[in-house]
């Protein structure tokens, strides 16, 4: 079982940067894909970036919408997955939640439902 605690929130005007961490319990934090999901006010929760488990290389995926502007990236030393976001918008205004499983792939890590664990995110907002 894996705890998932998100940080790094806050409030930015439009073009600026924020950087949030997610930091998980367990000895068994690299085996997991690590994904990063948001929900602004009366949207449903969508997918964002997720970064592949442990090894020499990792893979990430990014939501059209945050490609290029995004990147997550983690630290299995320090149990710890980071979503750099870069020129932001008004609409990246949302909740944003850290999510892990350890049972899904590239096919299946953008679906909501199919990640196990989440934390219980952390509100950024983007002023214009």
């Known amino acids: 079982q894996v705890q998932l605690v998100e940080s790094g929130g806050g409030l930015v005007q439009a073009g600026g940067s924020l950087r949030l961490s997610c930091a998980g319990s367990?000895?068994?934090?690299?085996?997991?894909?690590m994904g990063w999901f948001r929900q602004a006010p009366g949207k449903e929760r969508e997918f964002v970036a997720a970064i592949s488990p442990g090894g020499n290389t990792y893979y990430a995926d990014y939501a059209d919408s945050v490609k290029g502007r995004f990147a997550i990236s983690r630290d299995n030393a320090k149990n710890t997955v980071y979503l750099q976001m870069n020129s932001l918008k008004p609409e990246d205004t949302a909740v944003y939640y850290c999510a892990a499983d350890a049972n899904v792939n590239v096919y299946s890590w953008r679906t909501t439902n199919n990640m196990d664990y989440w934390g219980k995110g952390t509100l950024v907002t983007v002023s214009s």
């Open positions: 367990g000895r068994t934090f690299s085996r997991y894909v």
